[in-house]
Every structure is written in C-alpha cells, then in structure tokens.
C-alpha cells in the first residue's frame, strides 16, 4: 500500500517549494509516529496509575497531532492539483 508521499512523489512534484513542505510533513508525521509507538510502550510498562493517566493523554495528544499532520498532508496535496489542473488548460 503506498503512502500519501509516495503518491506526490510519483506525481513528479519534486522542485521548489511545494517538495520541501512535504519533505517536513513527512518528516513531522514520521517523528509523532515514533513518538506514539514510544508511549504505547511506556504505557504498557507502567505500573503507577497517575503515570498511566498521563501515558493516556499523551498518546490523545500525539494521535490529534498526527491526523492534524495528515489532513495538513491531503490539502496542501489537494491544492497541488487543482493549481495543476488550471495551468494544463
């Protein structure tokens, strides 16, 4: 299954300033993936409940990160391709 970023790459957007912002978002989404997976393990090794509860929201936290980060991903894609679309006419 490709990625969004796989998809944009194919697409042959990879000049200016459009391919560094999806440089930095698929950076952003890998970094608050890596930290998710950081809190699932802490969560399932701490045995202190006021710990647990924070191991909670942290994970709600990050996890609002990341689909703040994808929607960030599909517009600026989205824009991408109607900006596309008006200069093939």
């Not at 950076?27 to 608050?32: E, G, P, S, V």
């Not at 936290?61 to 894609?77: G, S």
Request: hydrophobic share 30%; charged share 40%; proline share 1%.
């Amino acid at each position: 299954m490709k990625t969004l970023f796989d998809r944009l790459r194919g697409r042959g957007y990879h000049s200016g300033e459009f391919a560094q912002d999806i440089r930095e978002l698929a950076c952003d989404i890998r970094l608050i993936s890596d930290e998710i997976d950081k809190t699932e393990m802490w969560f399932e090794n701490e045995k202190d409940p006021d710990l647990i509860d924070a191991c909670l929201y942290q994970k709600e936290l990050l996890q609002a990160r990341y689909r703040y980060l994808l929607k960030k991903a599909k517009r600026l894609c989205s824009c991408k391709n109607t900006k596309d679309m008006g200069q093939s006419r």
